[in-house]
């Protein structure tokens, strides 16, 4: 890899970082406003967040990279008072962090790439988990996509995760 790969490759593996700490803490608003199976669901979605971490910090540190810590706080999107803005909430940060994931998928490594693709796919599915419905192109919003439409017929909120995950 040349130094300008180098520095690339780091810059993408620290945005994704940055998503797993900003979804992390945002899985944390978000489970104080969940009844019991819905939080279940969200603590082992944060579980698997601190995984995805550890393994970022680790290809970091293989890179010469280092990991910032992570923030005490993070603005949300939008106030989370609710059930029902909890569950959109996670769909939210599910869908951000599957952007963060495709940044990974256009870098040259294979292996990053790879990973960062199961890390995208893993991220679409708990977000249509979490929404009840899925985005056409996951990762990327509905104003980026045009005029496609996302599966399903239930409104962000008014589902509930599916207990089948």
């Given at each position: 890899?040349?130094?300008?790969?180098?520095?690339?490759?780091?810059?993408?593996?620290?945005?994704a970082?940055?998503?797993?700490?900003?979804?992390?803490?945002?899985?944390?608003?978000?489970?104080?406003?969940l009844?019991?199976?819905?939080?279940?669901?969200?603590?082992?979605d944060?579980?698997?967040?601190?995984?995805?971490?550890?393994?970022?910090?680790?290809?970091?540190?293989?890179?010469?990279?280092?990991?910032?810590?992570?923030?005490?706080?993070?603005?949300?999107?939008?106030?989370?008072?609710?059930?029902?803005a909890?569950?959109?909430?996670?769909?939210?940060?599910q869908?951000?962090?599957a952007?963060?994931?495709?940044?990974?998928?256009?870098?040259?490594?294979?292996a990053?790439?790879?990973?960062?693709?199961?890390?995208?796919?893993?991220?679409?599915?708990?977000a249509t988990?979490?929404?009840?419905?899925?985005?056409?192109?996951?990762g990327?919003?509905?104003?980026?996509?045009?005029?496609?439409?996302?599966?399903g017929?239930?409104?962000?909120g008014?589902?509930?995760?599916?207990?089948?995950?």
């Amino acid at each position: 890899m040349t130094g300008s790969a180098d520095a690339v490759t780091r810059s993408a593996l620290q945005t994704a970082l940055a998503a797993v700490d900003a979804a992390s803490y945002g899985y944390g608003v978000a489970g104080a406003h969940l009844p019991a199976a819905g939080r279940a669901v969200a603590e082992r979605d944060w579980a698997d967040l601190q995984g995805a971490r550890d393994a970022l910090v680790s290809m970091l540190a293989a890179r010469g990279g280092a990991a910032p810590a992570a923030r005490d706080a993070y603005q949300l999107p939008f106030p989370v008072r609710s059930a029902a803005a909890a569950v959109s909430l996670a769909g939210y940060l599910q869908n951000r962090l599957a952007a963060a994931y495709l940044g990974l998928v256009a870098l040259d490594d294979p292996a990053l790439r790879a990973w960062g693709a199961r890390q995208a796919q893993v991220c679409a599915v708990r977000a249509t988990s979490w929404l009840g419905r899925a985005l056409a192109f996951p990762g990327l919003s509905a104003a980026e996509t045009g005029p496609a439409r996302a599966a399903g017929t239930r409104s962000p909120g008014t589902s509930s995760p599916s207990a089948s995950r």
